[in-house]
């Protein structure tokens, strides 16, 4: 089960994209079977020739950059100048982790007796489980690391999004990698994801999705002592004071939230504005949002597509029914296609439903604040901690409160939240661990002690 086909459509025309055959259990066990055979070479393969690979590999993303780009922004409906962003980004993250192998010290530790010294090993078979938001990027920054430190892989993508996985496979393939080491199950969550989250052959979960689903996959990798990371929602708050370059903050404010159309998990979703502040910056954000391009994702002008499915844009409506106002609302085509405006609520009080919990789609929630010490306070009122950003012009107060805000990401004048030389990951239920940047490779290898005696015989 399931078995059948998986029909993969085009959100901003409801049209049918590409039907593929709909992997099930038995396609997963198979997957995990060809990665755990391939594990014992890929690991063994010298780390000079495994960098290769991988450098072969970031150049045939780079070379296929375009192609890519054109799938993503067809399949997730996402603006095509965000997709080839997106694909730069994938490239470099192959070549970033090209020179993992080479890097992989350990150390030597002072002991009496002897030698101590430390080997990063990999884990094994890793199961890599994402989303539809940002399909190839997320799957580059588990796929790279994973290979990169000797693993082998198993990714699922999302069944909505699975074209640009697929073609990693091929392109993987294409330039090098042995067969068995980069494996994709196209199917559905609850079979092939979660049959992996079970499988005793996989050593790791590494997952990108909702709250919801990465509590059950704690809770399932914890029969077989798997290995997690998990990158879960968010619900970011975008602190903006008074001494801010207000025009600034709130031309950037809008893609901050509206960007994928809302559904990142970086979306700073809660706009904290200083009271004394807020009529200046609401007449500033009305303008950015009224001005936002929405329409055809492959119109390079374009800055806001439709949502993923029929079924995200009524969950996302269904925000509208709460306690705030709608203060702005954007425009959006008429169908077909998954359209929804970008909207913003104000004044929105910290406990309404729209201020707790993640929309994943273009509503913003605007919630006024007297202080600094009443801006910590709301922005940490959230059982999330992701990203976030600070708007003032008054450096120590910037730190002061980047200290405070209990995320893993943050930045100050700014409203961006991944690099890939960076460490990103949540604080709280946003989740468990590090991607990106040197840690990423910490969540893929153990490490081994290893004591050599040197004492001479009978001394
Ligand atoms: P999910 O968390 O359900 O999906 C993420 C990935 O997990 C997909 O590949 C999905 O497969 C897979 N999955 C689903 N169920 C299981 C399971 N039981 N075991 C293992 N893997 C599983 O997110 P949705 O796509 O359903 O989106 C729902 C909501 O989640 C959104 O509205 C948003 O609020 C949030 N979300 C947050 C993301 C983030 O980055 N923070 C990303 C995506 C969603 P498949 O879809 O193929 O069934």
Redesign the pocket.
Known sequence: MPGGTLTVLEPATERVLRELPRAGAEETDAAVARAKEAFAAWRGVAPPERAAVLHRLADAIAERREELAQLEARNVGKPIAEARAEMEMVAATFRYYAAAPERLVGRTIPVAGGVDMTFREPLGVVGL?????FPLTIASWKVAPALAAGNTVVL?????TPLTALELERIGLEAGLPEGVLNVVA????VC??R??EHPDVAKIA????T???R??AAGAAATIKRVTL????KSANVIFADADLERAAAAAPLAVFGNAGQD?CARSRILVERSALDRFMEALEEAVESLRVGDPLDPETQMGPLISRE?VE?VASYLDDEAPVAIRGAAPEGPGFWFPPTVLCPVDSADRSARE?I?GPIACVIPFADEREAVAIANDTIYGLSGSIWTRDGAKALRVARAIETGVLSINSNTSVRVQTPFGGFKQSGVGRELGPDALDAYTEVKNVFYATEEPGA
């Open positions: 489980i994402v989303p539809w938001n699922k993508p999302a069944e909505l199917g559905p969550g609850s994801g979660r992996l989250v997952f990108t999705g909702s919801e689903v990465g059950g996959i990158e879960l929602g968010g998990c995200q969950k993640e994943f």
